[in-house]
């Protein structure tokens, strides 16, 4: 059963940036979450929510500068509004068609949505200047994130 329907907003932050030789970096994560109706009526009460403490570890298979073949990992927390309540969660962002679909799940652990998964299939832009640079960024401007109870 669909919980929540929201549009939502990434940028992930990695550091240090990925090369061609370095293959793995930290990483911290931003979201926001709007326009949540809630299709089973169970969570009218969650209308929208930010993420700002998300942190984890990026792979990329590497070989050239701004490899967009990785895989990311980690954990967060959803403040949402209007109620005030938190939701930890713990996600992983494939974008490596190799490895399945390119998307980003959450399993979420603890509060009013522990129990649910989301998956949120969207574009993702690498920053300015990653051929030269490195992959420093990632950013969703606009996706869709399902939040599905079990």
């Known amino acids: 059963?669909?919980?929540l329907t929201c549009n939502v907003n990434v940028h992930l932050s990695f550091s240090p940036a990925l090369t061609a030789t370095r293959t793995t970096a930290d990483v911290v994560a931003v979201a926001t979450v709007v326009n949540c109706p809630s299709p089973s009526g169970n969570r009218n009460d969650r209308q929208a929510g930010?993420?700002?403490d998300a942190t984890g570890t990026i792979t990329s298979?590497?070989?050239v500068p701004c490899n967009l073949l990785a895989t990311i990992t980690g954990s967060g927390t959803v403040d949402w509004s209007p109620d005030g309540g938190?939701?930890?969660f713990d996600f992983t962002?494939?974008?490596n068609p190799l490895n399945g679909l390119?998307?980003?799940r959450t399993a979420?652990?603890?509060g009013p949505l522990a129990g649910t998964t989301s998956l949120t299939v969207a574009a993702a832009n690498p920053n300015l200047g990653c051929a030269l640079g490195g992959l420093s960024s990632l950013?969703?401007?606009i996706g869709q994130i399902r939040f599905v109870g079990t």
Do not use: Y
Request: net charge neutral.
């Open 50 to 52: 930010s993420v700002s």
């Open 108 to 110: 979420q652990t603890s």
């Open 86 to 88: 938190r939701t930890t």
């Open 139 to 141: 950013t969703v401007p």
């Open 102 to 104: 390119i998307a980003l």
């Open 1 to 3: 059963m669909i919980e």
């Open 93 to 95: 962002v494939n974008t």
């Open 61 to 63: 298979l590497g070989g």
